[in-house]
Structure formats: C-alpha cells, structure tokens
C-alpha cells in the first residue's frame, strides 16, 4: 500500500512492460484475495469467521507475498534457478549494476501461478485441516447441483482471464494460453466423469465440474509455455490423480470438505512438473521470449527446477500456515474452531445472523405459518406440514431445537435441510432423507401451493418423502 503512489501510467520493464503499473497491480492483488479464498475450501462447516480474516491477512503477507517474488520477480530465485548463486554473489560483492548481477532468468517456468497460487493455498488448506481436525456433521458434497454448474461455468470463464491474462498482453502468446486453458478443462471434465463411471456407473455432473476444475488448476503454470496437444495430456493426468487422491483421502479419512488440496494443492504440484516436461522453445516465441524448453527439447534439468521449486513452496506454505494457525488459536477469543452447538446450527447462522434457506416441520395441530415467514412445500402422511422458513424469525426455537428433544412447540427448525440436524424428537435428519428413494418421487409426485399472489408454485418432489423424518 506504501507503493500505491508510485503507480501509474508508467509500466514495469521486465515484469509487464506492455500495460499500465496500476493495472499490474489491481490484477495481482485480484490473484492474492483469490489465492487465499482457496484455502478455506479445505475447512467449511467447522471453521470461525473472524480468527480466519485475520489468519488471511499474515498468510497473505508471510505466504503469497513470498513465494510470488519467488516465482515471477526478476530476481526471484526460482525463476532464476540456473544462476541464483551467481546474483546473489554479484550483488554481495559489488553493486546491483554489475553484468553478472543481471537475473538470467533460466528456472522455473510458471506462467500462470500453479506454486504462488495452487500449491500455496492448497498445502495452507492441508495445514488448516489438520488444526481444526474433522467436522462433526459430514454432509453431502454439495447442496445445489445448479449451483455448482453455474459455479463453474463462471470459473471457466475467468481463468481464461486468469491464464491468458497473466501474459500482460494482447498478443498471441496469451491467445496460446487461453486456448490451452480451455482444452485442458475440457479434456479434465470428461476424464474425471468416465473415471468415476467406471465405479458408479453414472455419467455424473458433479464429476464434470470437478475434472473441469482440476484441468484448469493443471494447465495454469504450462498454459503460455506448452502447445495444445500437450495441454490434453495435462487435463486427463491431472485429473486423474486429482480423482485418484479424492478417493484415498476418503478411505483415510482425512476431512478435505471441498479438495482445496485434493485439487489445488495436488492439481498444482503435478501441473507444475508436467510444466518441465512439455514445455516448447516456439510457444515463448509467439511473443519474443527466449527459453530452452522442457524435456520434449532435451533439456533435461527443467523438470529438477519445476521439482525444486514446487516443493519449497509446498513446505513454505504448510509450515508457515501451521504456525500461524496454532499461534491465533492460542489467543483469547481467537480458537478457530467453531464450538459444537455452533457447527450443528452453521456458521453462517451464528455468526451472521443469516441463512439461504431452513426446513420448517409443523405438527398438523400447529400453527400455520404465514407467508411472511415461510413457504409451504407439501404435507407429510401423518400430516405434518414442511415450509421452508425464516431463520430470523424463528431464530431462538433453531436453537433450542438443536441436540435435544422440544416439547410444547409446534414445529421444529432446520436450518439447510442437507445439513445433518438433531430433530425435536432426536432423530438424524439429513438431504439424503429426501432422495434415497428416486421411486417415492415418482409414486407421490409434487404438491403445489397458491402463494398470497395467487401464483402457482411446483413443490420439491422431495417433500413426499420426509415421512422418513
């Protein structure tokens, strides 16, 4: 922030010479708040708000900020591997001008942050899940399928900013980069979905976003570096140890709620070393750069520097990030764990006052909830009627509800029905309830409602079967 009045017009020579310093750096700092998101994506669903804010802020300054210079600076030591001692010595012994002190900038190639941004955040998420241990309520993968696809969609779409972006231009090296981007999320996509077919026999959509994730996460050091063949080969291997890893951490029992590691962290390290491996002399020519290649060129030390690096940033990044998570969780009021009443109930609703959505269960002699507060989606056998209600409003029977049985009440609250929640008759309810059985939804079908503008509204075919509540 001390810098801000050095930006302007003026560009940086050897960093981003064809755009604006003040451009470069609202991009970077885009790349820094990203980077750190990613890392929370290893600890949902048990993690406080405030102890992790602060966390962000050190991490980002003792992490990110490293191993960013690291990696891009012109005096960065892993983009200088070949002659870092030669610098350092030129600087030590005469002046920063000297010939010899000039970066050669023959080292690691990372085009688009497949260290400073993958395997920093996901190797800090690996930390952080190790601190915080397991959550108490597992839940279901995810809780809006549209969601995810629309996440990803999204996400696609900026990382073609993410990896064409990082070129500092428009030219076409970025257009190379762009491409390989999307071809190697498309080639991740249909591997991670056939793959997984192979043991559920389901063309899965929750698959196709994870491959595609897990391609965009292995093209993003190679995607200004490689040719787009290649880019297909790191998609489909990428993917597949991402997928392969997901399924050993689920027989180990490690809690990586959303892969932050399984994907970015693992998806980083591989995408940086297949990087050495299929990195070409005439993709860096498309913009003038100068550069010996990868193995498919004979030079056979790249891959050592890409190992090199990647493995500094790994161990950086994990050790710092445990420290920082032990130090706040030692200070009053900072613990990062959320309590186990506070878990069960949600974070959002703790800590924010807030939800999405809650399940509402009123017995048949209830009260009836008015439209104010809730959305009547059918009725039960036994004729108790299911809403979905305003946390808000019934904020204090949610939490009286929670771990034991209520009586004297007419209904009980769920918050997020895809949460496991303790009823008020102390049974586990879960989404799982609503669709283990795909021929109930066909038998009973859906109710509809007249809303207090006398619109029609298609109840959730799933309200039919929470008889099993």
Known sequence: MGALNTLGSHSFPHTSPQIPSIAFMVYQMQFATLTAALIFGSVPERTRFVPAMIFTVFWTTFVYDFVAYWTWADRGWIRNFSCIGDIYTAMATTNSSSPSAVPCQIGGYDFAGGGPVHIASGFAGLAYCLVLGKRKHIHVEHHSLVNVMFGT?????????????????????????????????????????????????????????????????????????????????????????????????KHIGFDDSFDAFSVHGCGGFIGNILTGIFAQKWVGKLDGTDYPGGWLEGNWIQVGYQLGG????????????????????????????????????????????????????????????????????????????????????????????????????????????????????????????????????????????????????????????????
């Open 153 to 249: 969609g999204i996400l696609w779409f900026g990382w073609l900013a993410f990896n064409g972006g990082s070129e500092g231009a428009a030219n076409t090296r970025a257009a190379m980069a762009s491409t390989n981007t999307t071809i190697a999320a498309a080639c991740g996509a249909l591997t991670w979905i056939w793959f997984d077919f192979i043991w559920t026999r389901k063309l899965s959509a929750l698959s196709f976003c994870s491959g595609a994730v897990a391609g965009l996460v292995g093209i993003t050091p190679a995607a200004g570096f490689v040719a787009p063949w290649a880019a297909i080969v790191i998609g489909f291997l990428t993917a597949l140890a991402c997928n392969s890893w997901c399924r050993v951490k």
């Open 310 to 469: 990647s493995t500094a940033i790994a161990v950086w990044s994990f050790t710092i990030s445990g420290i920082l998570c032990l130090i706040i969780n030692k200070i009053p009021y900072l613990h990062l764990r959320q309590t186990e009443t506070d878990e069960a109930l949600g974070g959002d609703f703790v800590e924010m006052g807030e939800v999405g959505y809650m399940l509402v269960i009123s017995e048949p002699e209830g009260e009836i909830l008015d439209d104010e507060h809730a959305f009547n989606l059918g009725t039960r056998h036994d004729g108790k009627r299911i809403s979905m209600g305003d946390a808000l409003h019934h904020n204090s029977d949610a939490r009286s509800s929670v771990g034991s049985k209520k009586t004297g009440s007419s209904f009980d609250i769920l918050k997020r029905p895809h949460i496991n929640r303790v009823r008020g008759n102390d049974s586990e309810v879960s989404m799982s309830s609503f669709t283990d059985s795909a021929s109930a939804h066909q038998e009973k079908g859906a109710s509809t409602r007249q809303n207090g503008h006398g619109h029609s509204h298609g109840v959730v075919n799933f309200a039919a079967d929470v008889d099993r509540l």
